[in-house]
């Protein structure tokens, strides 16, 4: 046997034949099965929580920004939804934003997200709020002032703006806890300090912006992280709407909770 033939015969020896190449494709499609589900999950979750904290981030900033020019936002006039985004909101957080109207959707197919309980969102949000898009995102806004002193003489008058942003656009599904979450600016002081008095809340003061809802910040934002989930206030599960969903992701420091309703 010659050298040439003997590096030939060598060669066809190392060969692999059909029947391993397909098992080894079938080994790596059954592996790839299990853990890309796991992977692509896990993606998810991260892009989400990465673009929370992003809008909440930026939103507080223009915040901040608005007031170097429209002076302390407990100041501000607080008694309509439209005025008070595209006057103190909007112009510090885009430099181009859209008004929508109906006929022309915000998310998606449509005009509204779903609650997470799928339920239809209130009607003060869709046929009374302003609806906008912004950098990629779409935005929800409702100012509500209720004054307090004459039917509660220890409250100040109630005011407060729910932004409710979908973080991707109308990419959808544009579900409320989903892609959808609720940011709150409060301007509210209980004289007396509060209904609830923990280290989150020593004072009854409720100024600033918050994930979650004005219910969820009183029964929520000052109580354990497992009330989202059950009981009082219970905001964050599936037979509810959604809205302190995002405040569950914050006080489960930027992580998303194990009783978490829902698959991001």
Sequence with gaps: MTVQNIKIYSLQNRAFTLAEVLTTLGVIGIIA?????????????????????????DLS???????????????????????????????????????????????GKNYDFKNLNN?????????????????????????????????????TDIKYAEFFIDINGDRGPSILGKDVFLFTLFNYTYNTGGWVLTELCPKGEH???????????WGGYC??????????????????????????????????PAQYPIKL
């Excluded at 302003?130 to 307090?148: A, D, E, F, L, Q």
């Excluded at 100024?207 to 910040?217: D, F, M, V």
């Excluded at 989202?228 to 992701?249: E, Q």
Aim: glycine content about 8%; some cysteine; hydrophobic content about 30%.
């Design 119 to 155: 339920t239809n969102v209130a009607g003060y949000i869709s046929a009374l709020s302003p609806h906008y898009k912004y950098n990629g995102k779409t935005m929800v806004s409702y100012v509500n002032n209720i004054p307090r002193p004459e039917t509660c003489a220890k409250c």
């Design 207 to 217: 100024y600033g912006l918050h994930l979650g809802s004005i219910a969820g910040y």
């Design 33 to 57: 099965a299990m853990t890309l589900p796991a992977l692509i999950g896990k993606c998810s979750e991260f892009i989400t929580i990465n673009q929370l904290k992003y809008v909440y981030s």
């Design 223 to 256: 109580r354990p992280l497992e009330d989202m989930f059950t009981g009082n206030p219970g905001t964050c599960k599936i037979t509810s709407t959604g809205a302190d969903c995002g405040l569950a992701i914050e006080k489960n420091g930027w992580k998303i």
């Design 61 to 107: 900033n223009a915040i901040k920004l608005s007031e170097t020019v429209n002076g302390d936002f407990r100041d501000w006039d607080w008694t309509n939804s439209a005025k008070f985004t595209e006057t103190y909101i909007l112009p510090y957080l885009s430099n181009n934003y859209t008004k929508c109207k109906w006929g022309r959707p915000c998310f």
